[in-house]
């Protein structure tokens, strides 16, 4: 019986021959894998925007003139201190000439205020003490090498 279908199958038999069908060896030198890897995003520069560079840009001891921006950030991380003033988009930046000092606060927040009853409303009722880092331009003390010459 296994003569009798196996040759109605196809299949060689005997002793040294494949118990495969005679054209599934065709089958099988046909099926191939793929040679190339699909294509990747890492040379797909298009669509991924440059970086925004925030972050602390002056640190503490450096020198800064009038002008230069000291922190670019999203929130309020950092705080404007003595001669630092903020933009628009909460930049810090230096409005006199002087040395960048850096400092931990204890900030007492106004609570009443929707934006703190909102996201911090937490907070107060852990009556935690909440620290800030402050920014501050000190300016540099001007020589006084002059002489009253005449007085009005």
């Known amino acids: 019986m296994t003569s009798i279908l ?4 196809g299949w060689v038999g005997g002793a040294g021959r494949s118990l495969l069908p005679s054209n599934a060896q065709s ?28 972050g602390v840009l002056r640190r503490d001891g450096q020198y800064v003139t009038q002008g230069t921006l000291l922190v670019r950030q999203l929130g309020l991380d950092y705080l404007p201190g003595l001669n630092v003033g903020i933009g628009r988009n909460h930049t810090l930046y230096a409005m006199y000439h002087g040395r960048v000092m ?4 204890k900030v007492n927040p106004n ?3 929707y934006i703190m009853q ?28 002059f002489k009253l010459v005449d007085q009005v």
């Open 27 to 54: 089958w099988l030198t046909c099926a191939r894998n793929a040679s190339k890897k699909a294509g990747g995003s890492s040379r797909n520069r298009k669509g991924r925007p440059r970086g925004k560079h925030r």
């Open 102 to 105: 850096m400092t931990t606060e």
């Open 118 to 145: 909102r996201f911090s409303s937490d907070l107060k009722d852990l009556n935690i003490p909440i620290y800030k880092t402050y920014f501050h331009v000190l300016t540099e003390p001007q020589e006084t090498k």
């Open 6 to 9: 196996g040759q109605m199958l």
């Open 111 to 113: 609570w009443d205020h």
